[in-house]
């Protein structure tokens, strides 16, 4: 399979603990993207990234979670001190580095986080 | 902040009935503007894009969708449905300027039944 692949799929955490999420892109796709998804909502963007270079941040994305990018290859996403608020779907997407009409983002198949 | 808005959140249909799907988004400028799916159990795909040019915009399976600038919509549209189409549709608008973010509606269930 030569998607975005996301890992682990499903994380069951208590409250107060660390959770690390993997997202490997399409291997050509140089931006990579980071969403989440709560029950009933779409897609909530989080950050982009350029290579390893961290572009936009959304104001959702709170001192506890952080991104890295570090050889603009696969990213991770750390959130630190889970609450019960943080519970949903994280999802990457990665596509081209190019603006126009023929470039989409391809989305992963997402990290359900439940915090108990 | 950009916000998009989708008008129903679960649809009903029976097959070969035509199916439209109401968007609208909040900026006036220029914008690009799509819609994704979510089949049950698969990853959000690509269903069309609007960048610019012709508004009237054809997408994968039949779909189609119409961008009105002066309404600040982007409706999706489909003659005749198939059971195959029940799946969530997302609108979805990209930030203007050269920023990537993209902004989501909430999403509207689509069910075709047999």
């Known amino acids: 399979d030569t998607g975005v692949s996301q890992d682990p799929r499903h994380k069951i955490t208590k409250r107060g603990q660390n959770v690390t999420f993997r997202c490997d892109p399409i291997?050509?796709?140089?931006?990579l993207y980071w969403y989440r998804q709560t029950l009933g909502q779409g897609p909530e963007f989080l950050t982009y990234?350029?290579?390893?270079?961290?572009?936009?941040k959304s104001r959702l994305l709170s001192d506890r979670f952080s991104a890295e990018r570090p050889k603009g290859s696969f990213s991770t996403l750390e959130i630190q001190r889970t609450e019960q608020g943080d519970s949903a779907m994280y999802l990457c997407?990665?596509?081209?580095?190019?603006?126009?009409?023929?470039?989409?983002?391809?989305f992963g198949p997402g990290t359900r986080l439940t915090v108990l | 902040a950009q916000s998009v808005s989708q008008h129903n959140h679960h649809v009903i249909l029976s097959e070969a009935a035509s199916l439209e799907l109401g968007c609208n988004y909040s900026?006036?400028?220029?914008?690009?503007l799509f819609w994704y799916v979510q089949y049950p159990g698969q990853h959000l795909q690509l269903l069309l894009k609007?960048?610019?040019?012709?508004?009237l915009v054809k997408g994968i399976k039949g779909f189609e969708a119409e961008f009105i600038k002066s309404k600040f919509s982007f409706n999706l549209r489909k003659p005749s449905v198939q059971w195959s189409d029940t799946a969530e549709y997302f609108c979805?608008?990209?930030?203007?300027?050269?920023?990537?973010?993209?902004?989501f509606g909430t999403g509207t269930k689509l069910q075709v039944i047999p």
């Open positions: 997407a990665s596509s081209l580095p190019y603006d126009t009409k023929d470039n989409e983002q391809f």
């Open positions: 291997s050509e796709h140089n931006r």
């Open positions: 990234f350029q290579n390893e270079a961290q572009l936009e």
């Open positions: 900026y006036g400028g220029t914008v690009n």
């Open positions: 609007y960048f610019s040019g012709d508004p």
């Open positions: 979805a608008v990209k930030d203007p300027g050269g920023y990537q973010k993209v902004t």
